[in-house]
Nanobody, 115 residues
Framework: QVQVVESGGGLVQPGGSLRLSCRAS????????VAWYRQAPGKERELLAD???????NYADSVKGRLTISRDNAKATIYLQIDSLKPEDTAVYFC?????????WGQGTQVTVSS
């Protein structure tokens, strides 16, 4: 099994930036893909970006230019950099790990954008 734990959320001001981290541990395979999602109150969970073990990335059109997904395989950590934060970015951000065998979700980390 794989354990997935997000961190780095908090209260930030509009226009600021934030880097979220997703730490994965356990038995993992080289075909894995890690994705970041978010879910705001009253809304469905939204896919933001994903990244393969080899570094291939995909972004939702709605966030291209403000978000950057990356990973440090030596640390088994995936990052989501968010720039130019807006109040509408307020949500719980989730990390999802999947490979050819299984898929796992983290518990989420709260991001609140407010003055």
């Amino acid at each position: 099994q794989v354990q997935v734990v997000e961190s780095g959320g908090g209260l930030v001001q509009p226009g600021g930036s934030l880097r979220l981290s997703c730490r994965a541990s356990g038995v993992m395979f080289a075909d894995n893909v890690v994705a970041w999602y978010r879910q705001a109150p009253g809304k469905e969970r939204e896919l933001l970006a994903d990244i393969t073990y080899g570094g291939q990335t995909n972004y939702a059109d709605s966030v291209k230019g403000r978000l950057t997904i990356s990973r440090d395989n030596a640390k088994a950590t995936i990052y989501l950099q968010i720039d130019s934060l807006k109040p509408e970015d307020t949500a719980v951000y989730f990390c999802n790990y999947r490979d050819s065998r299984s898929t796992y979700w983290g518990q989420g980390t709260q991001v609140t954008v407010s003055s």
